[in-house]
């Protein structure tokens, strides 16, 4: 599975990644607001899917149930297969309005938002998630519980802390945690730089598949 990555491209990257193997492929985070309000870079450039890359699963990010929503409706009827909803970037930007990983906080607009993602497009939605803000915090774990009694179809784990910003060890045995409890499938991330570190993860963890980002780039 080929994991998202903001700014680094769009479908041309994602058929690469059809090409080597990956089974499924998710686009970049594409803003609900911008959907929603009709953005036209949004809509012509986040949207477009190309006939060879299905199944794709188009990743949205925002802090309103509603816009969620409408946006979600957008992404249905632009072909996708799936909605992956981010709920663990870390950056700045993205946080300060309510949305990425500052919904590992707030729960019960997380859970609203999912349900709203889901019926809007009547599409399954799963959620990526960080394990929570700062070490220790386990507060992505409590919310994935929660989608999934809820709205939602399967769990993207990426087992580092916000505040570690994509940097550091992620925590492989965590995520071992996390797949036992959950009934859903959960997809790995972080980490995964080569042929070594991938099945090592995969293996360690139980997960459902694993989910390439930063290592897929470069030397595919
Ligand atoms: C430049 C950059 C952009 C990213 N953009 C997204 C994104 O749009 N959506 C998302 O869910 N994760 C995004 N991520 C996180 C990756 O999908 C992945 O979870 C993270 O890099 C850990 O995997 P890795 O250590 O194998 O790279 C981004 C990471 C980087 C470094």
């Given at each position: 599975?080929?994991?998202?990555?903001?700014?680094?491209?769009?479908?041309?990257?994602?058929?690469q990644?059809?090409?080597?193997?990956?089974?499924?492929?998710?686009?970049?985070?594409?803003s609900?607001?911008?959907?929603?309000?009709?953005?036209?870079r949004?809509?012509?450039?986040?949207?477009?899917?190309?006939?060879?890359?299905h199944?794709?699963?188009?990743?949205l990010?925002?802090?309103?149930?509603?816009?969620m929503?409408?946006?979600?409706?957008?992404v249905a009827?632009?072909?996708?297969?799936?909605?992956d909803?981010?709920?663990g970037?870390?950056?700045?930007?993205?946080?300060?309005?309510?949305?990425?990983?500052?919904?590992?906080?707030?729960?019960?607009?997380a859970?609203?938002?999912?349900?709203?993602?889901?019926?809007g497009?009547?599409?399954?939605?799963?959620?990526?998630?960080?394990?929570?803000?700062?070490?220790?915090?386990?507060?992505?774990?409590?919310?994935?519980?929660?989608?999934?009694?809820?709205?939602?179809?399967?769990?993207?784990?990426?087992?580092?802390?916000?505040s570690?910003?994509?940097?550091?060890e992620?925590?492989?045995?965590?995520?071992?945690?996390l797949?036992?409890?959950?009934?859903?499938?959960?997809?790995?991330s972080?980490?995964?730089?080569s042929?070594?570190?991938?099945a090592?993860?995969?293996?360690?963890?139980?997960?459902a598949?694993?989910?390439?980002?930063?290592?897929?780039?470069?030397?595919?």
């Amino acid at each position: 599975m080929l994991a998202p990555l903001a700014g680094i491209g769009n479908w041309f990257v994602r058929l690469q990644a059809k090409r080597h193997g990956a089974g499924l492929v998710v686009s970049e985070m594409v803003s609900s607001f911008g959907l929603k309000y009709g953005d036209e870079r949004t809509t012509r450039e986040f949207l477009r899917i190309h006939p060879d890359e299905h199944p794709v699963s188009i990743q949205l990010f925002g802090h309103d149930a509603e816009a969620m929503r409408i946006a979600a409706a957008k992404v249905a009827e632009a072909g996708a297969d799936l909605i992956d909803l981010n709920m663990g970037c870390p950056v700045r930007k993205v946080c300060k309005t309510g949305a990425g990983a500052a919904l590992l906080d707030d729960p019960d607009r997380a859970v609203a938002i999912a349900r709203a993602a889901r019926e809007g497009s009547g599409l399954p939605v799963t959620v990526k998630l960080a394990s929570g803000q700062r070490p220790g915090d386990r507060a992505g774990l409590h919310l994935a519980q929660r989608l999934v009694e809820d709205a939602v179809a399967g769990i993207a784990f990426h087992p580092r802390h916000a505040s570690q910003e994509h940097r550091g060890e992620p925590d492989y045995d965590l995520a071992a945690t996390l797949v036992e409890a959950l009934d859903v499938p959960v997809v790995i991330s972080g980490g995964l730089s080569s042929d070594e570190r991938a099945a090592e993860a995969f293996e360690r963890t139980g997960a459902a598949a694993l989910m390439l980002a930063r290592g897929s780039l470069g030397n595919p």
